[in-house]
């Protein structure tokens, strides 16, 4: 996959800082050892000296074999005594040598003149970041979800108990986000504004992203803009792609996009190439079946219906709930 400039950039970036720290700790570990245990410079020194030792017994006239295999033998006890002062002190990294992010490539990003995965990683996680909207995960998680934002008592209408029913609900899309792997079903959150589809699909695209899985989430407008505007050429990047091939894709708010048959079509696209990849995505939305029916037709409905997950969200609006509790609080 093709990364912009800025991507890559951000990436050696971060590199050169893993690389720098690295070194600056092996470095500061070096001195303090150093100050405590005075013999380990003087085991470097004589380290450092073995090749001037062996230069030394040729021009003398020795035999140079023995002489190297006394040389090697003398500097395999002078590392294990060494080691023998480092281990005191509960260190095991011979010679001081820095603890690198990735050992493969000494966090350059390059091994064997081909790119490391850690590099591939890394941009990953960088272009997937930029193309999410970070701002909305603030504070979402699941220890953040009170139950008693919802009401105790039946729904007139339907008869529901929304803080026993929200109950079940949260506690499957926690073990949903526990158990995610990239071969997870598809889930549809509907239901009212403010009954918590929002914060909870990023409750589990923090658990996901945690585990190291690459995640791209946002309002639906949002995402399909970026995509419009690298399409008609006013961007660069490859967000379609990327939104495409991540292991989580979550579209946020879907019904509140504007309506227009380009976007539309993307929709069909991401939606059904994921289908088709077998790739988990998560949609929530203020609209029931009807609704969505009517907003994007036979092709994409279905679609959704079929290879979703339904999980209605019920209850009042928290966000209008805090509020008053806010106000309420501010007044006291």
Do not use: W
Not at 149 to 160: A, H, L, Q, V
Not at 317 to 322: N, T
């Amino acid at each position: 996959m093709g990364y912009s400039r800025e991507v890559y950039e951000e990436a050696m970036a971060e590199l050169d800082q893993r690389r720098m720290l690295a070194r600056q700790k092996a470095a500061e570990l070096r001195d303090r050892m150093v100050a405590k245990y005075p013999r380990i410079l003087e085991l470097e020194r004589e380290m450092a000296n073995a090749a001037i030792k062996v230069a030394r017994a040729v021009l003398a006239g020795e035999d140079v074999d023995r002489a190297v295999e006394k040389i090697k033998n003398q500097n395999l006890m002078q590392q294990a005594e060494l080691a023998e002062i480092l281990a005191k002190e509960g260190i095991y990294t011979p010679n001081f040598e820095p603890r690198y992010h990735c050992p493969a490539c000494q966090d350059t990003g390059v091994v064997n003149n081909k790119t490391c995965d850690c590099l591939k990683i890394l941009l990953r996680e960088i272009a997937y970041k930029r193309l999410s909207y970070p701002g909305m995960a603030k504070d979402m998680d699941f220890e953040k979800l009170r139950l008693d934002y919802y009401p105790n008592e039946p729904d007139s209408r339907t008869g529901i108990i929304p803080r026993r029913h929200m109950k079940e609900i949260i506690e499957y899309c926690k073990n949903y986000a526990e158990d995610f792997d990239c071969n997870s079903p598809s889930l549809l959150l509907r239901g009212a504004t403010g009954t918590g589809k929002t914060h909870v699909s990023l409750s589990i695209a923090k658990v996901a992203i945690d585990k190291g899985f690459g995640v791209i989430y946002g309002p639906v407008q949002k995402l399909l803009h970026k995509i419009e505007k690298e399409h008609f050429g006013r961007a660069d990047g490859n967000s379609e792609d990327m939104m495409i091939e991540c292991d989580l894709l979550i579209l946020d708010d879907l019904g509140t996009e504007f309506s227009s048959p380009f976007y539309t079509s993307c929709l069909y696209n991401l939606i059904n190439s994921r289908i088709l990849d077998g790739k988990p995505t998560i949609i929530s939305t203020n609209f029931n079946q009807n609704e969505l029916m009517e907003r994007y037709g036979e092709q994409i409905t279905s679609r959704i219906i079929g290879n979703f997950v339904p999980l209605t969200f019920v209850g009042k609006d928290i966000r209008q709930i805090r509020l008053r509790d806010k106000i309420h609080n501010n007044g006291e």
